[in-house]
């Protein structure tokens, strides 16, 4: 059927989408979508007509085309969710399931694909109105909520955002480091004044959730402008930091005094895994690091089983067994070592 198709032979359909035009057997269209059946079979007068304009990029259609025939589907994180809304439009039910399955896919293990913060958002902004597993949203949001400050570029993101979302993930204690906390401010700000007039009123509340302690002087006089500092809660924040900052307090004075202004977010950036594989012959277990990408260190020498615990980006090692995993030799010493890269 697929080299019928192509011959454009015994087609009795010819679909227009983006200047151009695609041969097709109803039959087939209507077997692999619902759209189609209904289309074709409910009286509409599409099914009696032999050509077809439809909304749409030609280049995906061309791909749900070619699937209707031959069962097969090529996906880039950079077409899948160009591939997910129009299959879940066109209700191309099993491309829906695999689409949402690569993705879902590459959130949880290869990340290095993902190159674009507008597809993520896009498809966190999608799982809201489409009938996709709620996993595949729940994926998007994770992956942003750790990349927040990555979002400041992302017209998507400005778009279709709520201050909910924003709310919800500047609360949280440890999305970014200190010094990602000027990206925040960045993101935050231009989220802001993207569509100022409706969103003015959630300056205040969402300011007062940014660390601006941590954030440059000429950062803050660079985006904190005139517009924002008109705002009374604004124009208290700026004054409260930049007090503070001119006293003889020690840092930790300071996030005591005012905790919403100076108090460190938690730094602890890289879950530790220890591999279950175990070589005999140098003793030593494997060590990786997680900080939005596994990291293999093959520097850490650890002994079979250790006791681990990480604090600000160290990993604290101590016990575990020497030689052989049946021996009776301890390691009695803590060894210290930094896995932030």
């Known amino acids: 059927m697929c080299d019928l198709r192509k011959q454009n032979k015994l087609c009795d359909v010819t679909i227009n989408v983006g200047g151009r035009a695609f041969h097709a057997h109803k039959n ?31 280049e995906i259609f061309e791909k749900l085309l070619d699937f209707a025939y031959t069962g097969e589907l090529m996906v880039t ?25 690569f993705i879902e896919d590459a959130f949880r293990y290869e990340i290095s694909k993902i190159s674009s913060m507008d597809d993520v958002v896009r498809i966190h902004h999608l799982a ?31 778009e279709t955002a709520d201050e909910v979302f924003l709310e919800k993930h500047l609360r949280q204690e440890d999305f970014s480091s200190e010094d990602e ?3 925040v401010l960045e993101m935050v700000i231009n989220w802001l004044k993207h569509d100022w007039e409706n969103r003015r009123q959630h300056t205040s509340l ?19 402008d005139e517009e924002i500092l008109e705002l009374p809660e604004c124009k208290l924040l700026l004054q409260q930091t930049r007090e503070a900052l ?18 460190t977010r938690s730094t602890v950036t890289a879950p530790i895994h220890i591999s279950t594989e175990y070589s005999k012959d140098t003793s030593y277990s494997k060590v990786f690091s997680y900080n939005k990408s596994w990291t293999s260190h ?24 020497k030689g052989t995993v049946d021996s009776d030799d301890f390691w009695e010493t803590e060894t210290r070592y930094q896995v932030s890269e």
Not at 77 to 101: H, N, W
Not at 206 to 224: C, D, N, Q
Not at 246 to 263: D, G, I, V, W
């Open 28 to 58: 087939v269209l209507a077997v692999r979508s619902c759209y189609f059946l209904a289309m074709f079979t409910s009286g509409f007068k599409e099914s009696t007509q032999n050509e077809i304009n439809i909304d749409g990029k030609a």
């Open 77 to 101: 994180f950079e077409t899948a969710c160009d591939i997910l809304e129009m299959a879940c439009y066109m209700q191309f039910q099993d491309v829906c399931k695999s689409c949402s399955s």
């Open 128 to 158: 809201k109105y489409l009938d996709l597993p709620k996993h595949v949203g729940a994926s998007a949001e994770k992956y942003m909520c750790h990349h927040l400050q990555d979002l400041k570029t992302s017209e998507v993101f400005f």
């Open 181 to 183: 906390e000027k990206e």
């Open 206 to 224: 969402l300011l007062g959730l940014i660390r601006l302690g941590h954030v440059p002087e000429e950062k803050l006089t660079e985006l904190l």
């Open 246 to 263: 001119q006293t003889n307090c020690s840092k930790r004075e300071r996030a005591k005094q005012l905790p919403n202004l100076f108090a």
């Open 298 to 321: 093959y520097r850490f020498r650890l002994p079979y089983i250790p006791s681990l615990i990480v604090v600000d980006e160290h990993l604290y090692a101590a016990g575990g067994l």
